[in-house]
C-alpha cells in the first residue's frame, strides 16, 4: 500500500497566501469600481453635442463606463 503525507506548508496555502489573496482581489475590485465611477462621471459631465462627436447617445454612458472597467 501507498501512502501519502501532506504538510500545509508544501502545499502553500497558507493562511497568509489566503488572507494575501483577499487583499489583492479586495484591492482590484476596488480599482475596477473607481475606473467605473469615474468614468461614469466624465461622460455623464459632457454636453449632449460632445457625446454626439464621440458617436455615443446618454443611454449608452453607463454601457461604456461598465465596458472600460470591466471588459478590459
Do not use: F, P
Not at 493562511?15 to 484591492?27: E, G, P
Not at 463606463?65 to 478590459?72: G, I, M, P, V
Request: charged letters at 25%; hydrophobic letters at 40%.
Amino acid at each position: 500500500m501507498a501512502y501519502e503525507t501532506n504538510s500545509i506548508g508544501a502545499v502553500g496555502n497558507t493562511i497568509m497566501d489566503r488572507v494575501n489573496s483577499l487583499i489583492a482581489d479586495y484591492r482590484a475590485q476596488a480599482a475596477r469600481r473607481k475606473v467605473y465611477r469615474d468614468t461614469l462621471r466624465e461622460l455623464n459631465a459632457l454636453t449632449h453635442r460632445e457625446l454626439c462627436d464621440l458617436g455615443l447617445n446618454h443611454s449608452e454612458i453607463k454601457r461604456v463606463a461598465y465596458q472600460a472597467a470591466y471588459e478590459s
